[in-house]
């Protein structure tokens, strides 16, 4: 006996060459039988229609099929990244900024590309679907519009290179810190602190956004601080331009970049000034340490010359009192003894 499936019949074939006999304990016809029937019913279930899409019809099969297809396309954008990193890696002078962008550039159209082929491997014609994309246009424009914007801001910001993977930023919100991602809705942010932000990519485009890292990574800071009215300025400009050298942050060899010191305002109780420093490329990440690390030196180098830091004070001057509010005349009074 011989079953209609091609497949079962040569398993058939097989089983009965090993066992040599069709009988035995079980029946191998009988069982195969079963498999011939489980294996009908399963191509059944898959090639049964879900539901029509013009004149094609979408079986559970189908569906399947797109999803492997996507999935190998993912997979394959996968692989693609990860064959751009090792050629990278061979190459310091390679730009991680552009490597980024062309990772993501090349996911994108991977996965498109899955997508098309999946649609056409279950015979829809994706232009016959003008019609469909203009109402799904009208959904998006509604429902999905800030999702849209988001997407297309982070291609924005991909192509124009004006934020990049490792930029240092600062938002208007005061939220600062290195770029980690750019994804398709939001881009991540890492502060000082270990902490990490997401924020959307339409913040980028439509906000100002001062990113300290874009052309250059060195930077000049302004360190305002002040010493009381009467200080030598010539000794307190020593003392903050050696404060500045000693803190290991300050930027040397370059003539044109060096620490600076400004007398910038005469305050209420004090002259103003101002340290200006050039920053090394890894002190721009760090604005706050780095404002800390200058106070401090320049506290210790005043008190080592003496020069007093004020504190606000005001003098009154009373010109004349009113009868009535002249104050009380203290009154003695001897305790018996």
């Known amino acids: 006996m011989r079953l209609a499936n091609p497949v079962a019949d040569a398993v058939l ?8 006999r069709e009988g035995g304990l079980f029946s191998v016809q009988s069982n195969w039988r079963s498999v011939e029937a489980f294996w009908q019913a399963t191509v059944g279930g898959l090639s ?12 559970v099969g189908s569906l399947l099929r797109v999803i492997v297809i996507f999935t190998l396309a993912w997979w394959l954008s996968r692989l693609v990244q990860l064959g751009m990193s090792r050629v990278a890696a061979y190459r310091p002078n390679f730009n991680q900024a552009s490597l980024y962008t062309l990772n993501r550039l090349l996911h994108y159209i991977v996965l498109t590309l899955g997508f098309i082929i999946g649609m056409a491997s279950i015979g829809l014609d994706l232009s016959k679907f003008a019609l469909f994309a203009s109402a799904l246009g009208v959904g998006v424009g509604f429902g999905l519009q800030n999702l849209i914007s988001n997407f297309v801001a982070g291609l924005v910001l991909l192509f124009e290179k004006s934020l990049k993977v490792g930029d240092f930023i600062e938002l208007e919100s005061g939220i600062s810190g290195e770029v980690r991602e750019i994804n398709f809705r ?13 924020v959307p990519n339409s913040v980028f485009v439509n906000g100002h956004v001062t990113n300290w890292t874009m052309r250059d990574v060195i930077r000049r800071i302004h360190v305002p601080f002040g010493v009381a009215y009467g200080s030598d300025k010539d000794l307190v400009r020593t003392a903050a331009l050696e404060a500045a050298g000693i803190v290991r942050h300050t930027l040397s060899g370059i003539d044109s970049r060096q620490p600076q010191v400004w007398l910038t305002a005469f305050g209420d109780s004090s002259l103003n000034f101002e340290l200006i420093v050039w920053l090394t490329s890894e002190a721009v990440k760090r604005p706050g340490a780095v404002q800390a690390d200058y106070l401090w030196e320049i506290e210790t180098a005043l008190g080592k010359y003496g020069i007093e830091i004020p504190f606000p004070q005001r003098d009154l001057h009373i010109r004349s009192w009113s009868d009535s509010a002249q104050p009380p005349v203290p009154v003695r009074i001897d305790q018996p003894t």
């Open 186 to 198: 939001s881009t991540l942010i890492t502060t000082n602190d270990n902490i990490d932000i997401v």
């Open 48 to 59: 049964r229609p879900l539901f029509a899409v013009g004149d094609v019809a979408i079986t």
């Open 13 to 20: 074939v097989v089983l009965q060459g090993l066992t040599g």
